[in-house]
C-alpha cells in the first residue's frame, strides 16, 4: 500500500516554495521520498528557505526564476533536467493576490495578478510537460482557490485567475492524458499563511467569518495539504484527469449558518 504513494527516486519542482503553502506541500512530497527543486525570485528568502528545508534533512535544491518570464523559466527548466534529473513532478504554487474593490484597481494590476495565477502555471507546465509528453509520464498539480469557484468583496482579479487556472486544468489534463500525464488541482479553503496574515488577525471580523463559514471550524494549517499533494504526485492517482480537489474543512458543501448559531 505505501508503495502507491511512494514518491521515491522521483524529482518534484514547486514553484514558489519559499515559504507557505508551497513550502509545506513541498515537504510532503520530500516525506513520500521525492527529490525537491524549489523556485522562488528573492535570493533572501531562497538561502532562509533552503536551510530551512535541509536542517529538517530534506534533499533540496533552489533555482531562483520568474515563471511569468517564458525564456527565464525555459532556461531553468532545462537547466534542472540536466543537473538534477527528468522532472516528474510539477507544482504550479506560486501565485498573489491583490486586495481591492474592483472599481478602484488599476488594470495594470489586473493583468499582474493574471499573469503570476495563469500564465505563469502556463509557461511552466508548457515548458515542463514537452519533456514528460517524450517520456509518456508525468504530474502537474495547478494550485487553485475558493476563489476558482467563489467570489469576494475586493478580490476579482485573483478570483477571475484562479477560476482561470481551473479551466487551463482540465484543459492541459485534456491535451495530455493521453501522453499518461495526469494534470489536476488542489484548491485549499482558508489556510493560516502570510498570504492569509493581514485577514486573520484575533478580532479582525473576516477571521470570525473564516471559522463560522468553515464546517470544520477553524483555518486550515498548511500540512493539511500534504497528503493530497501525494496523492496527485503518485502512482494512486494514475487515472485521475482534469480534476481540482477542495481541501477547505467543508467550505464548498455549505451555504454557510448565521454568526450567532
Ligand atoms: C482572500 C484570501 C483568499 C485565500 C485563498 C482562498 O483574500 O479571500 O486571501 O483568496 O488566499 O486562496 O482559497
Redesign the pocket.
Given at each position: 500500500m505505501k508503495n502507491l504513494f511512494d514518491l521515491t527516486g522521483q524529482v518534484a519542482l514547486i514553484t514558489g516554495a519559499t515559504h507557505g503553502l508551497g513550502m509545506a506541500m513541498a515537504k510532503g512530497l520530500g516525506k513520500a521520498g521525492a527529490t525537491l527543486v524549489i523556485n522562488g525570485n528573492t535570493p533572501a528568502k531562497m538561502e532562509k528557505a533552503l536551510e530551512n528545508y535541509r536542517q529538517e534533512g530534506y534533499t533540496v535544491h533552489g533555482y531562483l526564476f520568474d515563471v511569468t518570464d517564458e525564456a527565464q523559466a525555459a532556461e531553468n527548466i532545462a537547466q534542472i533536467e540536466q543537473q538534477i534529473g527528468p522532472i516528474d513532478i510539477l507544482v504550479n504554487n506560486a501565485g498573489m493576490?491583490k486586495?481591492v474593490p474592483a472599481l478602484e484597481m488599476e488594470v495594470a494590476e489586473f493583468r499582474k495578478v493574471l499573469d503570476v495565477d495563469v500564465t505563469g502555471p502556463f509557461i511552466m507546465s508548457k515548458h515542463v510537460a514537452r519533456h514528460m509528453v517524450e517520456r509518456r509520464r508525468g504530474k502537474i498539480i495547478n494550485i487553485c482557490?475558493?476563489?476558482s469557484e467563489l467570489g469576494?468583496d475586493?478580490?476579482s482579479a485573483?478570483a477571475a485567475a484562479?477560476g482561470g487556472l481551473k479551466m487551463l486544468t482540465r484543459n492541459l489534463a485534456t491535451e495530455w492524458a493521453k501522453y499518461n500525464v495526469q494534470v489536476n488541482g488542489i484548491?485549499?479553503?482558508?489556510?493560516a499563511t502570510d498570504?492569509?496574515a493581514p485577514?486573520r488577525v484575533d478580532g479582525h471580523p473576516f477571521n470570525e467569518f473564516i471559522i463560522n463559514r468553515t464546517p470544520a471550524g477553524r483555518w486550515g494549517d498548511p500540512d493539511d495539504l500534504e497528503g493530497t499533494a501525494i496523492f496527485l504526485a503518485s502512482k494512486a492517482s494514475n487515472f485521475v484527469n482534469g480534476q481540482i480537489i477542495y481541501v477547505d474543512g467543508g467550505i464548498l458543501a455549505t451555504i454557510g449558518k448565521p454568526s450567532n448559531e
Open positions: 493576490i486586495r482557490s475558493m476563489m469576494r475586493t478580490v485573483y484562479k484548491g485549499p479553503g482558508y489556510f498570504q492569509t485577514i
